[in-house]
T-cell receptor, first 117, second 116 residues
């Protein structure tokens, strides 16, 4: 079974530029998450999708961050314009719903490391 | 308020010793789940072990066990016979939300270093 795919792995941009990250979840996983992990901290949820609908985007800085999940499969996270404090690893994860003995475990991609100069 | 608290920023342990990583949580929901993930320097998040709030026994997975003390709201990870490859960041996380809307809230992590 293929895991969660993310690209690019690394991106370096100047502040005020834009950047986009792509994620393809595990096949059949209806729920998709974008987490931001700043160096030395735990992951923080930015946005959660159930199929192609947004479940939780309460911590997404909507003035500069946007995300979409067209057709309920892959997803794109965009930052425009980027700030220095956006330097972080952006982790995409997917999961199956709870129930039928499932725990709600999140399966993570390798992450996209963003450096804003 | 922090929902997941990991009070040990760093731990140093000799190879082959056992190590306990602390985690306390805060929730008023009677149904929740607790997870531990390992994050090596390469960056991927590796699932280690899970404990459900209604589980009667402590979870175990190979060298990993979870010391679940529900009344104290603690879910400490115990690694027996530590190995050099165990050096990594370790995150405790709590599942919140109901079917279709569940998410994980993470602690700040503990950096574990195994010395030869």
């Amino acid at each position: 079974e293929a895991g969660v795919a993310q690209s690019p792995r690394y991106k370096i941009i100047e502040k005020r530029q834009s950047v986009a990250f792509w994620c393809n979840p595990i096949s059949g996983h209806a729920t998709l998450y974008w987490y931001q992990q700043i160096l030395g901290q735990g992951p923080k949820l930015l946005i959660q999708f159930q199929n192609n609908g947004v479940v939780d985007d309460s911590q997404l800085p909507k003035d500069r961050f946007s995300a979409e999940r067209l057709k309920g499969v892959d997803s794109t996270l965009k930052i425009q314009p980027a700030k220095l404090e956006d330097s972080a690893v952006y982790l995409c994860a997917s999961s199956l719903p709870l129930g039928a003995g499932r725990t709600g475990e999140l399966f993570f991609g390798e992450g996209s490391r963003l450096t804003v100069l | 308020a922090q929902k997941i608290t990991q009070t040990q920023p760093g731990m140093f342990v000799q190879e082959k010793e056992a190590v306990t990583l602390d985690c306390t949580y805060d929730t008023s929901d009677p149904s929740y789940g607790l997870f531990w993930y390992k994050q090596p320097s390469s960056g991927e998040m590796i699932f280690l072990i899970y404990q459900g709030s209604y589980d009667q026994q402590n979870a175990t997975e190979g060298r990993y066990s979870l010391n679940f003390q529900k009344a104290r709201k603690s879910a400490n990870l115990v690694i027996s016979a530590s190995q050099l490859g165990d050096s990594a960041m370790y995150f405790c996380a709590m599942r919140e939300g109901r079917w279709g809307a569940q998410k994980l809230v993470f602690g700040q992590g503990t950096r574990l270093t195994i010395n030869p």
